[in-house]
């Protein structure tokens, strides 16, 4: 079935670093893909998105490209912020062959030190 | 954008009682919504599928009788657990899929503590 791997954390962090959390994916069919982050304590918001390939979904300063061709979305952030810490989910979800289900990895979690 | 509302927000019970939580579409239809828990520092695992108007359908492993879904009308879920054990202790989260598109939108979550 349809699955999604990120990398394991937590990934600490020093203020205006650069962020990359790795995330590919297997379906069966051509799904959409999700970044969503979870503030300590809150519900999940979906940070961005991307229905096709070589699609790029942006947000607050991360990036997000759909590569088909290494079935990756992986989760980029050229200068983070304290207030980026957080856990982010990669998921993936295809309305055509899963229904809405929303099929997540691991999560990651991040803590950015001042 | 859609908004999907869940009540409450945490939620504190005895073992042995039962305790309902809400999951609504406040501003559009969902004939369908998911019911989602996540044990402490772990991923979302999807419990069940909410069908308005029939049964919920299960994932594997997930005691339907533990675990009462109701999809009373078209803008409203309740996951009720029955029954509550400590181990029942989680966070749970409900969503509903937008209008012609694939993405989901996610309530708040329910934390519960059954001490």
């Known amino acids: 079935g349809d699955s999604v791997t990120q990398m394991e954390g937590p990934v600490t962090l020093s203020e205006e670093a650069c962020l990359t959390i790795?995330?590919?994916?297997?379906?069966?069919?051509?799904?959409?893909l999700f970044w969503y982050v979870q503030y300590p304590g809150e519900g999940l918001q979906l940070l961005l998105k991307?229905?096709?390939?070589?699609d790029k979904g942006s947000n607050k300063g991360f990036e997000a490209t759909y590569r088909k061709e290494t079935t990756s979305f992986h989760l980029e952030k050229g200068s983070v912020q304290v207030s980026d810490s957080a856990v982010y989910f990669c998921?993936?979800?295809?309305?055509?062959?899963?229904?809405?289900?929303?099929?997540f990895g691991a999560g990651t979690r991040l803590f950015v030190k001042a | 954008g859609a908004v999907v509302s869940q009540h409450p927000s945490r939620v504190i019970c005895k073992s042995g009682t039962s305790v309902k939580i809400e999951c609504r579409s406040l501003d559009f239809q969902a004939t369908t919504m998911f019911w989602y828990r996540q044990f402490p520092k772990q991923s979302l695992m999807l419990m069940a599928t909410s069908n308005e108007g029939s049964k919920a359908t299960y994932e594997q492993g997930v005691e339907k009788d533990k675990f009462l879904i109701n999809h009373a009308s078209l803008t409203l879920s309740t996951l009720t657990v029955t029954s509550a054990h400590p181990e029942d202790s989680s966070f749970y989260i409900c969503s509903a899929p937008g209008q012609g598109d694939t993405e989901a939108f996610f309530g708040q979550g329910t934390r519960l503590t059954v001490v």
């Open positions: 998921a993936l979800s295809d309305r055509r062959t899963g229904g809405f289900k929303t099929i």
């Open positions: 991307a229905t096709k390939a070589d």
């Open positions: 790795n995330c590919t994916y297997t379906a069966t069919g051509y799904p959409s």
